[in-house]
């Protein structure tokens, strides 16, 4: 006769993978990262009425780089999205990072986007996580959100979360989260072929944030 406690280990470990981060999604290419960087990471539910801290919540800002209206800047060290506007301006998002290991730089472009986007696990995630869905359909609570912006041929990308209470902190595997709002307002501003550029000013002293952070009132 199977053990109660062995029946409820098993029971517990099935409804973690069920809120685990699924930042790492279908890779467009395996070769950016390793399989032992695959595991996900669980996200505790967030409190009920939970709501955006301000500094995280959309606004614009003062740009001072010089990056061309339509870039997108992604700071990871300061968990903040920029997407650079004519007239010296950005708009300010707040974003989820990969978490320590996990943090990358670079530039890429968007190869694709899209609305409510399945989820297919990675072969290197079954491997090491037999128990995780092989297939989960767009929708409310399909772990990629609302929107998904492809980054390269990487596995990265940029897209939405039903987990809000996890913008502005460092839990992902490098993909960069925004909540479902955001990432809906941010996807209807961007291309295909938009430029991206990931920093992570904390990690690298010599790299100084793009962004002066007056706000100013946020204008579509």
């Not at 997407?83 to 694709?112: H, S």
């Amino acid at each position: 006769m199977i053990k109660i406690s062995t029946f409820f280990a098993g029971a517990v470990l099935a409804a973690s993978a069920m809120v685990a981060d699924w930042a790492v999604a279908a890779p467009l290419g395996s070769h950016m990262m390793r399989a032992d960087q695959m595991a996900p990471v669980l996200d505790e539910p967030p409190q009920q009425g939970y709501e955006t801290p301000a500094q995280f919540k959309r606004q614009v800002v003062a740009y001072s780089g010089g990056e061309a209206p339509g870039t997108i800047i992604i700071d990871t060290g300061s968990t903040f999205l920029y997407l650079v506007q004519p007239g010296g301006r950005a708009i300010r998002y707040g974003i989820g990072v990969g978490r320590d290991g996990f943090r990358w730089q670079g530039t890429q472009t968007i190869t694709k986007k899209a609305e409510w986007p399945d989820w297919t696990p990675p072969a290197e995630m079954i491997a090491r996580q037999p128990y995780l869905p092989r297939f989960m359909a767009g929708g409310v609570t399909n772990p990629l959100g609302a929107r998904a912006m492809y980054l390269g041929s990487t596995i990265y990308r940029i897209h939405g979360t039903n987990a809000p209470h996890t913008i502005g902190t460092r839990v992902s595997s490098g993909c960069i989260r925004l909540t479902n709002d955001d990432v809906i307002d941010l996807a209807s501003r961007v291309n295909v072929g938009t430029k991206v550029i990931v920093i992570n000013s904390a990690d690298n002293r010599s790299v100084s944030g793009p962004m002066v952070s007056s706000p100013v009132s946020l204008r579509r």
